[in-house]
């Protein structure tokens, strides 16, 4: 599938309803070993995020995803198990599945409880993650008024500050606050690693070196080469040991708490084609109306304006709203042959 | 008072038991201004950072605290109003006093809800932190068992990432999980800027350059000259546009979500002398019986070997817990010229 043909402007390109899209990698998902209502949580996601530019986490990683489900690794037709443990927390067990089924599974609860608590968690194991994480927080924020923190742990490939060895996973931390009505949340969604694996591979094509601090080669040594990190080296984490002390925290908040798998835990060589991570993920929902503050959305517009203010030009999340509403609009922007690939992976007529 | 005395290897020097040093920090509060009970709080505080060989949070700290009661800026004998808002939240105004006996007046309900819901919050309001941040953790890992999450921003010296000038706090983040009996528990407390400011003048001190990206000029551009950067200029955000967002998270969570003032919302202009950021902190408590994992320090052992094993041969918090074992078993060694002024201020008849 040429998914690069997205970013060569001489593709001929179309614009494709959300809709239809949606429709379509639901399809592909179906086909390719998942049950119904995992395909529709899944495409739900995927298609979000080419909706909004993501490409990272938009139909690039369709071919990933079926050639894990072919491998045997994950399970698409798993049936997550919701355990209520306390009045603040939920537990999921996801059975081997994907993470995002089995956090739709306990998605109205923990607003509930939130809600109920002023404070709530959901711990997910055994599941894997495959997604940008954003989509976890922000309609907690923007469609229940809910502050929200996600973090999930992925596969070992980030050496930890001062060590040889790669052990933790790039393992990412999204946050969404509400704003006032009329405005998106504010959403962050960053690695703990330097950069994500997407972007060495970029750099490696382009023949462009690394910044300092990126990854290490093979023997552990720091390198600027894109090539020797991909072959056998690793990243580290993004801002030395602060980074990593925080990689650190999404191992112990998304594996150790929820009883997954750490980064470094699975072992998949009996699944040629696995690409994603069985390991676990947590998130904690917060009711700004039950922690004393005034107005929390008046305050947020308040750090906002003082942001402009001081010069950011480029708001958390702001580069996303506007790629969303203009796909909304006109379309999601797909190569041609991406869209005709999609279309053929879907069972459809095309190509 | 010659703080930098305890760096000089050649300055005479004496050790001093904690419960000494603490009864002298504490009668230095009460003399200038504190209630007695809050300054026991601040001396276990102080005394406690200095027992660990946390310099910059120890006796260091001493002359801006009275600098500030001085200046009228702080209440040192406000008493905590405690709110209890939901089954997972209290709230604490702090009553423009210190944050820590704010902290102290609900710590044991925070335990308590942590415990019966699986997670609580704390969320302090109008409150000085002048201190670490990783004693308002430690304890909660190392004597209850609990998982925690403290932020607290502070005063406008960090300019946001593509911004021109300076808008959040050093805006520090700290954690602690419990590890399993008889091990002290990890712990971070890490700023959200690039570096303390304290670390900056030392290197004025010793005419050294700053690394590249630690701050800006008076005129907003990036500069590694220390002194540029304190007359006028700023720190950045670790970690560029991710330690930035960050920064802007613990804005959010540590003045808009619990009513305290974002970091450049006060004004003590008409307090020469003050020192202390009015602001906000937020506690996350986390009891890790209620979130599905079988055995969480168990887990936590298992990270802790696999570092080590990766060649990371210093866990955080391991430093100070080793500085810790040495202060208890032969006092806390300070400067003679310290311990004779910490005397003087607290009354007695040396120095």
């Known amino acids: 599938m040429n998914t690069e043909a997205n970013s060569t402007l001489s593709e001929p390109r179309v614009r494709i309803p959300f809709d239809t899209l949606r429709a379509t990698l639901a399809a592909i998902f179906e086909r390719h070993g998942t049950s119904a209502g995992v395909a529709a949580v899944l495409a739900d996601n995927c298609a979000a995020a080419e909706r909004d ?19 045997g690794w994950v399970d698409g037709r798993a049936v997550p198990q919701v355990h209520d443990l306390a009045p603040g927390a939920i537990a999921v067990d996801a059975r ?15 607003v509930a409880k939130a809600r109920a608590n002023g404070i709530a968690l959901l711990a997910i194991r055994d599941s894997h993650h495959f997604a940008a994480l954003w989509p976890d927080v922000e309609p907690l924020a923007e469609q229940h008024g809910l502050v929200a923190l996600a973090l ?3 596969m070992a490939s980030v050496v930890p500050h001062g060590a040889a060895r790669p052990l933790f996973g790039t393992n990412p931390i999204a946050f969404a606050a509400p704003r006032a009505a009329g405005w998106p949340p504010l959403v962050f ?7 994500a694996h997407g972007d060495v591979q970029i750099a490696a094509r382009e023949g462009r070196l690394l910044p300092e601090g990126t990854g290490v080669d093979a023997h552990g040594q720091p390198t600027r080469e894109p090539r020797a990190v991909l ?12 980074g990593s002390a925080l990689s650190m925290m999404v191992e112990l908040l998304a594996a150790a708490l929820t009883g997954g798998n750490f980064s470094f835990g699975f072992d998949w060589s009996g699944h040629p084609g696995a690409q994603t991570p069985r390991t676990g993920e947590l998130v904690i929902a917060i009711d700004p109306q039950r ?3 005034a ?9 906002v304006s003082a942001m402009a203010d001081a010069g950011q030009t480029r708001q958390p999340g702001g580069q996303r709203h506007r790629q969303r509403a203009d796909s909304l609009a006109h379309g999601v ?12 992976l879907a069972g459809g007529v095309s190509a």
Chains 1, 2 share one sequence.
Request: hydrophobic letters at 40%.
């Open 53 to 71: 530019g993501a490409h990272s986490h938009g139909v690039f990683r369709i071919p990933g995803y079926l050639s894990t489900l072919a491998s």
């Open 96 to 110: 081997n599945g994907f993470a995002q089924p089995a956090y739709m599974a306990a998605h109205a609860q923990l």
């Open 152 to 154: 999930v742990n992925s």
């Open 189 to 195: 969604d960053l690695a703990t690693s330097s950069m």
């Open 231 to 242: 072959d056998g080296g690793a990243l580290l984490p993004f801002g030395e040991h602060k």
């Open 291 to 293: 922690t004393g503050a």
């Open 295 to 303: 107005d929390f959305a008046a305050r947020c517009e308040a750090l």
């Open 333 to 344: 922007p797909l190569a041609q042959a991406t869209w005709d690939e999609l279309q053929r």
